[in-house]
């Protein structure tokens, strides 16, 4: 089943502590993304990757990070989480991110940082 | 810049009555696509319709069609015959469709449809 996979899908961590949020996708999609939803503001991209080794920020990338060493995989990294990181975070996936292409979503993944 | 504007935060509809979600859009850009999404409370995001700036003809996919009004800059989302099921949030979208330097998906903020019997 083609599928973009987030893990874990509920996470509740304190200020500081180094977290990773995973994402992988089985359709060889080129172009991944990370989103954060809030309350009233709707989903903002934080960062995207065109293909492996090809990342770039989107428009809320102050205290993330992220990295595609591989096709399938665009982890997300919070090096030191504040709560103000506190959302729901959506990975995506299409095949080039142009035209007409929608957007394959995780399932999310709520974050928690007190 | 290009901006999408969802001014229904919530809206209420009785069930089988159709219902109009708004949208309006900004944006300098000649080519470019209007997306919909539906998120249930259970949170995943699920994609509803397209229309492209140059289709034809507005966009259907069975019980949802976009009322697409490209001088008013409007691409309202339309559900007919509603169904307790369709209660969620729903989210207009917009990405450029050729050139520009980047290929992200830029979301409203998004109506909150509640069903009721």
């Known amino acids: 089943e083609a599928q973009v996979t987030q893990n874990p899908r509920y996470l509740i961590t304190v200020t500081g502590k180094k977290l990773t949020v995973t994402c992988s996708q089985n359709?060889?999609?080129?172009?991944m993304s990370w989103y954060r939803q809030d309350p009233g503001l709707g989903l903002r991209q934080i960062y995207y990757s065109m293909n492996v080794e090809v990342t770039d920020k989107g428009d809320v990338p102050e205290g993330y990070k992220v990295s595609r060493k591989e096709k399938r995989n665009f982890p997300l990294i919070l090096e030191s989480p504040s709560p103000n990181q506190t959302s729901l975070y959506f990975c995506a996936s299409s095949l080039r991110g142009r035209g007409r292409e929608k957007l394959f979503f995780g399932s999310g993944t709520q974050l928690s940082v007190l | 810049a290009q901006k999408i504007t969802q001014t229904q935060p919530g809206m209420f509809v009785q069930e089988k009555e159709a219902v109009t979600l708004d949208c309006t859009y900004d944006t300098s850009d000649q080519s470019y696509g209007l997306f919909w999404y539906k998120q249930p409370s259970s949170g995943e995001m699920i994609f509803l319709i397209y229309?492209?700036?140059?289709?034809?003809q507005n966009a259907t996919e069975g019980r949802y069609s976009l009322n697409f009004q490209k001088a008013r800059k409007s691409a309202n989302l339309v559900i007919s015959a509603s169904q307790l099921g369709d209660s969620a949030m729903y989210f207009c979208?917009?990405?450029?469709?050729?050139?520009?330097?980047?290929?992200?998906?830029?979301f409203g903020t998004g109506t909150l449809l509640a069903v009721q019997p």
């Open positions: 979208a917009m990405r450029e469709v050729y050139g520009g330097a980047t290929n992200k998906l830029i």
């Open positions: 359709m060889n999609h080129e172009y």
């Open positions: 229309q492209g700036s140059y289709d034809e």
